[in-house]
C-alpha cells in the first residue's frame, strides 16, 4: 500500500514539473514575441522613411445595415515625416466613382488616417505595460485590465481589446481592436479597426506596412460608418530639385 502511495506521488510530481516547465516555456515564448512586435512597433513610429501609395477606398453611412450614403475613390498617399518626427498623410484624390475628380476638398461620409506608423501601437515597449497579453498557436491577444484607462500613461491607448495574426516567424499578418465607445470618443480613435500587413522594402529595410484597413464607428438611432482602404504599389518617396546655372539665390 505504502509503495502504491510512493509511486503516486512520484508521477504527481513529474507532472507538476512538466507544467512548470511548459509554463515557462510559454512564458518564454511570449516575452520573446513582444520584444519582436515591440522592435517592430519603434521602427514604424521613429524610422519609418517617407513613401507613397495608391489608395482604393470605400466610405459608407450605413443605417441598420442598408447604405445612406457611399463614396468609392482612387487617391494617390504620400506619407512624410513632419516635424517632430510625425508621420503626416497627404492624400490627394483622383478618381471618385468611377468619374475623374478635379482638385478640391473632398468630403466623404467618413475617413480614417493614421494606418501605418501607429499600426503596431499596442505593442510599443512604452505601451506594454498597459496590456495583459496571452499566447495562442500563431496569434496573440492583448487586453487592458479594469482601471487601465485611469493611469496617466494608458490613457492615449484608449483601453483596447484585441489580436494579432502571426506567421511562421512571428510577424504579424493581420490586427484587430476595439475601444469602448466612451474611451474612443475621449481619444478620437475609431471604435473598431481591422489590418492586415505586408512586408514592404524601403530603403533597404523590410517594414510591416498596412496593405488593408477596416474601420468602423457606431452612431445613435442604428447607424455605422464603415470605412475601408487597400494600399497598393507602396514605394520609397525622394523629392528631388534642379538648380540651374546663373546668379539666381536659392535660400
Known amino acids: 500500500m505504502g509503495r502504491g502511495l510512493e509511486i503516486g506521488l512520484l508521477v504527481a510530481c513529474s507532472v507538476v514539473a512538466q507544467g512548470q516547465v511548459a509554463q515557462k516555456d510559454q512564458t518564454a515564448s511570449l516575452q520573446a514575441e513582444l520584444e519582436q512586435l515591440g522592435a517592430q512597433a519603434q521602427s514604424l513610429q521613429n524610422d519609418l522613411p517617407?513613401?507613397?501609395?495608391?489608395?482604393?477606398?470605400?466610405?459608407?453611412?450605413?443605417?441598420?445595415?442598408?447604405?445612406?450614403?457611399?463614396?468609392?475613390?482612387?487617391?494617390?498617399?504620400?506619407?512624410?515625416?513632419?516635424?517632430?518626427?510625425?508621420?503626416?498623410?497627404?492624400?490627394?484624390?483622383?478618381?471618385?466613382?468611377?468619374?475623374?475628380?478635379?482638385?478640391?476638398?473632398?468630403?466623404?461620409?467618413?475617413?480614417?488616417?493614421?494606418?501605418?506608423?501607429?499600426?503596431?501601437?499596442?505593442?510599443?515597449p512604452g505601451t506594454q505595460a498597459c496590456f495583459q497579453y496571452s499566447?495562442?498557436?500563431?496569434?496573440?491577444?492583448?487586453?487592458?485590465?479594469?482601471?487601465?484607462?485611469?493611469?496617466?500613461q494608458c490613457t492615449n491607448t484608449g483601453a483596447p481589446s484585441g489580436f494579432a495574426l502571426l506567421d511562421q516567424v512571428g510577424n504579424a499578418t493581420h490586427l484587430e481592436r476595439r475601444v469602448d465607445p466612451e474611451f474612443a470618443g475621449?481619444?478620437?480613435?475609431?471604435?473598431?479597426?481591422?489590418?492586415?500587413?505586408?512586408?514592404?522594402?524601403?530603403?533597404?529595410?523590410?517594414?510591416?506596412?498596412?496593405?488593408?484597413?477596416?474601420?468602423?464607428?457606431?452612431?445613435?438611432?442604428?447607424?455605422?460608418?464603415?470605412?475601408?482602404?487597400?494600399?497598393?504599389?507602396?514605394?520609397?518617396?525622394?523629392a528631388t530639385s534642379r538648380i540651374l546655372p546663373g546668379e539666381t539665390v536659392v535660400p
Open 186 to 238: 475621449q481619444v478620437h480613435v475609431v471604435d473598431f479597426t481591422a489590418i492586415d500587413f505586408v512586408p514592404t522594402e524601403l530603403d533597404g529595410k523590410v517594414y510591416p506596412l498596412t496593405a488593408k484597413m477596416v474601420a468602423d464607428v457606431p452612431k445613435e438611432d442604428g447607424v455605422t460608418l464603415h470605412f475601408e482602404a487597400m494600399y497598393t504599389g507602396c514605394h520609397l518617396f525622394k
Open 135 to 152: 499566447m495562442g498557436v500563431g496569434r496573440i491577444d492583448f487586453a487592458s485590465p479594469p482601471g487601465t484607462f485611469d493611469r496617466p
Open 50 to 124: 517617407s513613401f507613397t501609395c495608391k489608395e482604393t477606398g470605400l466610405s459608407q453611412e450605413l443605417k441598420k445595415g442598408k447604405v445612406k450614403e457611399q463614396v468609392r475613390f482612387v487617391a494617390d498617399l504620400r506619407v512624410e515625416r513632419a516635424a517632430g518626427g510625425r508621420l503626416d498623410e497627404q492624400l490627394e484624390v483622383t478618381e471618385v466613382n468611377g468619374k475623374p475628380y478635379p482638385r478640391g476638398k473632398f468630403e466623404p461620409p467618413f475617413m480614417v488616417k493614421g494606418g501605418f506608423g501607429e499600426s503596431l501601437f499596442f505593442f510599443l
